[in-house]
């Protein structure tokens, strides 16, 4: 059983400050992680992925994967009361399903 | 470009009506999923086509039933809706056969049961 986890939050920044969302994966054999952002009555979309140990940023965005601790992260810089939203994590092996965490939800306060 | 297109978006039935939701995408993926999430559940996986053709069981399959009718539509049906099927469901379509790349989620259906 794949598992997926991620601590619920609710994660409180204030306007300006670095996110930090983490999350933890059981299967060793994982070997794609996405972020993904869903607002409140909506439904997820991808943030960014990252296939390779190492960080890989995209504008405001750094994921950082660490496999032999089974750790993955993002980083949201100079965060914005736009940003708040829950943050799901989700791993894959090969082509096989895609495993969601429960999600941790962030709010930035302005 | 539509995306991927779920229908009904919002449905209120009866314990023990059955009805089909409908998943149709336009971006000519091989693989398509069902998922409901639940507060506090995060998303679960019902049920997963991995190509036209072909249907496999996710974490949680019982009460459902699924129908890969061709590429691009993907419908779940619940034969005996019961209380415990009340949640918001999500149909995603994913381009598999170059990898895990993005995986494109409807706008979801919000299911009531009483």
């Known amino acids: 059983q794949k598992e997926v986890e991620q601590n619920s939050g609710p994660l409180s920044v204030p306007e300006g400050a670095i996110a930090s969302l983490n999350c933890t994966y059981s299967?060793?054999?994982?070997?794609?992680f996405f972020w993904y952002r869903q607002y409140s009555g909506k439904s997820p979309e991808l943030i960014m992925f990252i296939y390779s140990n190492g960080d890989k940023e995209d504008g405001r965005f750094t994921a950082q994967l660490n496999k032999a601790s089974q750790y993955v992260s993002l980083l949201i810089r100079d965060s914005q009361p736009s940003d708040s939203a829950t943050y799901l994590c989700a791993v894959t092996v090969g082509y096989s399903t895609l495993t969601f965490g429960k999600g941790t939800m962030l709010l930035v306060s302005p | 470009n539509a995306g991927v297109t779920q229908t009904p978006k919002f449905q209120v039935l009866k314990t023990g009506q059955s009805m089909t939701l409908q998943c149709a995408q336009d971006?000519?993926?091989?693989?398509m999923y069902w998922y409901r999430q639940d507060p506090g559940m995060g998303l679960r996986l019902i049920y997963y086509s991995a190509s036209e053709g072909t249907t496999d069981k996710g974490e949680v399959p019982n009460g459902y039933n699924v129908s890969r009718l061709n590429k691009r539509e993907f419908s779940l049906r619940l034969e005996s809706a019961a209380p415990s099927q009340t949640s918001v469901y999500f149909c995603?379509?994913?381009?598999?056969?170059?990898?895990?790349?993005?995986?494109?989620f409807g706008q979801g259906t919000r299911l009531t049961v009483v």
């Open positions: 995603a379509s994913v381009a598999r056969d170059r990898g895990w790349t993005e995986a494109f």
């Open positions: 299967d060793r054999g994982s070997q794609s």
């Open positions: 971006m000519n993926h091989n693989s």
